[in-house]
């Protein structure tokens, strides 16, 4: 392999679990490893990020807006004719879902 016996050893030992080594888990663990050594010496690139490697968004400073649609009108406000589009849309729809022996 080009490697020393304990290099591989370690390797083995570190990432092997109770299903075995799996090379695409050992990756995965060691780049994130390298990720958090690079951060913890220092390294500033996480600080550009969107979520700055946090796993929730904080929302600080800001009004909690979350779920609101912008200009909203109330649903006593609208047109009298949305109420007769939507009531002539749902008797179209409800009259081709129903089967036919119980439409007479």
Known sequence: MGRSQS???RELSRNTGKRGYRYK???RLACKRH????KATGGKLY???CHQHKK???C????DHRGMIPNRIDIDQR????????QATNNA???????????A
């Open 60 to 63: 600080y400073g800001k009004n």
């Open 25 to 27: 888990q050992a990756n």
């Open 7 to 9: 290099s591989v050893s």
């Open 35 to 38: 990720q958090e050594k690079r």
């Open 79 to 86: 047109p009298s004719i949305a109420n007769k589009t939507a």
């Open 47 to 49: 600080k550009y990020l």
């Open 93 to 103: 729809i409800a009259k081709l879902l129903t089967p036919l022996w119980l439409q």
């Open 56 to 58: 929730y968004r904080k």
